[in-house]
């Protein structure tokens, strides 16, 4: 009888996917469907004993700790974009395959920051919680008064793929003139087809009216944007994140939106999730979600579908299709 590989799904899944998986693997999926586990390094370390391969999301936690107590594994593929729960590095040096799963999910999450934006812009969330609250009773030319979206200056921090989706919404859509920071300038004829112009950070934060942060997170864009950054802001501005917590300073943030620094923010990711800074719980012009912005199904299930075919290609000496340390292949056999 053959044997076959054993992979670890971390989190909720697909019934679907679960059900392909396990035409080539035994499927060890703890979650199921729909029960998130809060995985500790031990947890973690003793369930993927013997696993070949993991199937993760933006967590948890892949380390070199981790790589030693479960020396079985060949190959870590993320239905996520962002990486960061992942130590590339250590997986490499250790022949392990990595993947993310980019591109399928860049327009719905354009779709999504810029909804955050405008809803923050145009006060949607705070407008809605007064209604439902019963105490609209009269109109008044400045009631949830915002900014508007429509030619107002977009600022781009980030302006990888979904940063430029964003950017085609707000130039093509919105008539908005696009300004960017990133460590490295569009080829001119994107730029052109964008409307879009390198700034340097200051200049970006300076003359943004709606800031939207997609850059990766890494040690280098710990912070990125800080009490010092915000300070550059208009007090008119808005700020929105949905790249990853850690790129900006919360505490900072909040206090900044409590002093009206700037105007208005809106968050899909938070340090420390899904743990959200007390003082932004407590100030008004903020719009929160919980770490959405992927959320379609359709995305999420081709997100899915990706990191279940990484998995696949990985795990039988194929070319997984968005590998992102392709130098460790071939794989080490089971
Ligand atoms: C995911 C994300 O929802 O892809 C990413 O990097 O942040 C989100 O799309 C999350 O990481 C879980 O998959």
Redesign the pocket.
């Known amino acids: 009888m053959s044997h076959k590989p054993r992979v670890l799904v971390t989190i909720p899944m697909f019934a679907e996917v679960l059900t392909a998986l396990a035409e080539r693997f035994e499927v060890d999926a703890p979650c199921g469907t729909a029960t998130p586990i809060d995985w500790t390094a031990d947890s973690l370390a003793a369930r993927a004993q013997g696993a070949a391969g993991l199937l993760v999301?933006?967590s948890p936690r892949i380390d070199a700790a981790l790589l030693a107590a479960a020396p079985s594994l060949r190959a870590v593929c993320s239905?996520?974009?962002?990486h960061n729960n992942i130590d590339l590095p250590a997986c490499t040096a250790a022949g392990v395959l990595v993947s993310n799963?980019p591109d399928v999910?860049t327009e719905t999450?354009a779709d999504f920051g810029f909804a955050l934006m405008m809803a923050t812009a145009r006060r949607i969330a705070e407008s809605e919680h007064f209604l439902r609250a019963g105490r609209w009773t009269h109109w008044a030319y400045d009631m949830f008064a915002g900014a508007d979206v429509h030619g107002a200056t977009l600022g781009v921090l980030g302006m990888g793929r979904i940063g430029q989706a964003i950017a085609r919404r707000g130039a093509l859509g919105f008539g908005m003139p696009v300004i960017y920071h990133n460590r490295s300038r569009l080829d001119g004829a994107i730029e052109q087809q964008l409307g879009a112009r390198w700034v340097d950070k200051a200049t970006l934060l300076r003359e943004a009216d709606h800031l939207v942060i997609v850059v990766p997170y890494s040690p280098a864009s710990h912070h990125l944007v800080a009490a010092a950054d915000l300070a550059l802001m208009k007090p008119s501005a808005t700020l929105t994140n949905i790249a990853r917590g850690g790129v900006v300073d919360d505490a900072a943030l909040a206090q900044a939106l409590r002093a009206r620094t700037i105007a208005a923010a809106g968050l899909d990711v938070f340090e420390g999730e899904p743990s959200v800074h007390p003082d932004l719980l407590t100030v008004p012009n903020v719009v929160m979600t919980p770490?959405i912005?992927?959320?379609s199904l359709r995305t999420r299930r081709a997100?899915a579908d990706l990191a279940a075919a990484n998995l696949a290609a990985a795990l039988s000496g194929q070319q997984p299709p968005t590998a992102l340390n392709p130098q460790v292949l071939p794989l080490r056999p089971a």
């Open positions: 999301a933006g239905m996520a974009v962002g799963a999910l999450t770490h912005a992927s959320a997100m």
